[in-house]
């Protein structure tokens, strides 16, 4: 199970940083990610990191102002999203995959999802 928090209301240019919560005792072996979706649109890949975060994959539209990190001691994923923009603008979603070490992108390979976290960017 999978919870994530942290979304709010932030001006352009401000910060935000997400958590995801997992439970279970496998954490560590979960290739995790963070996804996005704004209405009307599809899910949108967002970030992706490694088992230990030894190796972290971000869309172009993210790339330099955000950043994914993971703690396994506290079975928790975070995105820290800085410089945000109104087309930041989405329900984030965080996912997790299970029996790969390969970095992923297609939403449709993870096995896991949260319930999403708003965050709101005004211009």
């Known amino acids: 199970q999978l919870q994530a928090s942290g979304g709010g209301l932030v001006q352009a240019g401000g910060s935000l940083r997400l958590s995801c919560g997992a439970s279970?005792?496998?954490?560590?072996?979960?290739?995790m990610g963070w996804f996005r979706q704004a209405p009307g649109k599809e899910r949108e890949f967002v970030s992706t990191?490694?088992?230990?975060?030894?190796?972290?994959y971000y869309a172009d539209s993210v790339k330099d102002r955000f950043t994914i990190s993971r703690d396994n001691a506290k079975n928790t994923v975070y995105l820290q999203m800085n410089s945000l923009k109104p087309e930041d603008t989405a329900v984030y979603l965080c996912a997790a995959a299970l029996g790969t070490s390969a970095l992923l992108i297609n939403p449709k390979e993870y096995d896991y999802w949260g319930q999403g976290t708003q965050v709101t960017v005004s211009s």
């Open positions: 990191i490694s088992w230990r975060g030894a190796s972290t």
């Open positions: 279970g005792r496998t954490f560590s072996r979960y290739i």
